[in-house]
Structures are given as C-alpha cells and as structure tokens.
C-alpha cells in the first residue's frame, strides 16, 4: 500500500467534471466519456504573455484529486471543469501511478 499523495483532507475546492473522450459525436461535437462532482486541492497561476497588441495575462490553474477520478479512460486528454465559478478547459491529464501501476492521484492542468 502507497501513502496518497494528495490526501482527502487537503481537497476543499468544489470541482465539477467533464472529460471528453477521443474522437466526435455524429454532429461534430466532443464525445462526453464522464461527468462528475468533486473535493480537489486547487491551485490558480497566472502568467503575463507579451503579444505585438501588448500584454496579456493568462490565467491557468491546476486541479488534483486522490486516486483516479476516471477509471474508465485509460488516460484523460481533454475536457472542462467549472470551478470557483469560472468554466476551464482541461488542456492535460495526468494520472500518477505508484509502482504498481495503481494510480495514486489525478492531475487536471486547466487554462
């Protein structure tokens, strides 16, 4: 058995999940693979981008939960996530695997 990485007691932010699957729907569309509600421990950046216009700030954030919160997928590679009330996009996943190939906690990196 492998300690958690991101304990339970240190998720406090409401998080609410949508991670698409590969491929599209019929119309186009992202296929939704899962949806679900959440504890994660979240953390906000931002960061200044210089464009020929001037700057601009872009704000991104990262969001990790205990375990896997997706079993399904084998991997999470895009999706959304509504948090602190602002919609994000889930630009990479990354599920940590302990040494048994268990997944230890699950990594949403958003912009």
């Not at 599209?24 to 949806?35: C, H, N, T, V, Y």
């Amino acid at each position: 058995m492998y300690p958690c990485l991101v304990p339970e007691w240190a998720c406090k932010t409401h998080i609410h999940v949508c991670i698409e699957q590969e491929g599209l729907s019929e119309d186009g569309g992202p296929l939704l693979a899962f949806e679900g509600d959440f504890l994660c421990n979240y953390q906000d950046t931002a960061k200044t981008v210089l464009t020929a216009e001037g700057k601009q700030v872009q704000l991104s954030g990262m969001a990790m939960f205990p375990g896997d919160i997706c079993p399904e997928l084998p991997v999470i590679s895009g999706g959304t996530v509504t948090v602190l009330g602002s919609r994000r996009t889930i630009f990479q996943g990354n599920k940590a695997r302990n040494p048994d190939g268990s997944v230890n906690f699950t990594e949403l990196r958003l912009i």
